[in-house]
């Protein structure tokens, strides 16, 4: 490879510019880590989607739990680990105030 800069030209706004980059430094390296960064960001996506559906089928458990009357805010916290404040939170929402 020759260490000699490779011209490129890029149209903005209608004109032509023209950009310096060093010879061997192509789209190739730049294009991997744009696929890695696309797949990072669609396994986020993935993760936060399901972590949406375990919470809220985790919650409707909980809800129809409290709702049977056999257990208090107290034991469904020791039960699953959870503070007696989550677990309240999870219960009784609270309601938006404009």
């Given at each position: 490879?020759?260490?000699?800069?490779?011209?490129t030209?890029?149209?903005?706004?209608?004109?032509?510019?023209?950009?310096?980059?060093?010879?061997?430094?192509?789209?190739?390296?730049s294009?991997?880590?744009?696929?890695?960064?696309?797949?990072?960001?669609?396994?986020?996506?993935?993760?936060?989607?399901s972590?949406a559906?375990?919470?809220?089928?985790?919650?409707?458990?909980?809800?129809?739990?409290?709702?049977?009357?056999?257990?208090?805010y107290?034991?469904?916290?020791?039960?699953?680990?959870l503070?007696?404040?989550?677990?309240a939170?999870?219960?009784?929402?609270?309601q938006?105030?404009?």
């Amino acid at each position: 490879m020759s260490d000699e800069p490779v011209r490129t030209g890029v149209l903005y706004l209608g004109r032509q510019v023209r950009r310096v980059r060093p010879a061997g430094v192509g789209r190739t390296m730049s294009d991997i880590r744009v696929q890695q960064a696309r797949e990072h960001d669609r396994a986020a996506d993935q993760a936060r989607m399901s972590l949406a559906s375990h919470l809220a089928q985790r919650d409707a458990l909980i809800r129809s739990l409290y709702a049977e009357g056999t257990w208090s805010y107290s034991q469904l916290a020791r039960a699953m680990n959870l503070t007696p404040e989550l677990i309240a939170k999870i219960i009784r929402p609270q309601q938006r105030t404009r």
